[in-house]
């Protein structure tokens, strides 16, 4: 059974940084898929970034690319999120999930292809 462990977040001003983190283990297959994903008061969960495990690709939503950046350290088998030049709308509670239901392009996208879902992670960013 895959697990997911979101920590990290906290409060910050605008302009300034967070990294979150995502500890992943169980997984069976040899390709999976760890995406964070986001959501604010009253609106959907949206994505935000998803790494690929068979090549560390990496994928952004155009609302963070340039200010965000995932990575991942399989020997610790946790990914991360560095946040950075946060907006105040970036205030959302955070939260990765998993799959191993993988392919490339918008597919990973989808809230509905994430089978496993961590606890979500509050970040907070004041004006």
């Known amino acids: 059974e895959v697990q997911l462990q979101a920590s990290g977040g906290g409060v910050v001003q605008a302009g300034g940084s967070l990294r979150l983190s995502c500890a992943a283990s169980g997984f069976g297959a040899d390709e999976y898929a760890i995406g964070w994903f986001r959501q604010a008061p009253g609106r959907e969960r949206e994505w935000v970034s998803n790494i690929m495990s068979e090549d560390d690709s990496t994928y952004y939503a155009d609302s963070v690319k340039g200010r965000f950046t995932m990575s991942s350290d399989k020997a610790k088998n946790t990914v991360y999120l560095q946040m950075n030049s946060l907006k105040p709308e970036d205030t959302a509670v955070y939260y990765c999930?998993?799959?191993?239901?993988?392919?490339?392009?918008?597919?990973?996208?989808?809230?509905?292809?994430?089978?496993?879902w961590g606890q979500g992670t509050l970040v907070t960013v004041s004006s």
């Open positions: 999930a998993a799959t191993e239901r993988v392919a490339h392009g918008i597919f990973m996208r989808a809230v509905g292809v994430y089978d496993y």
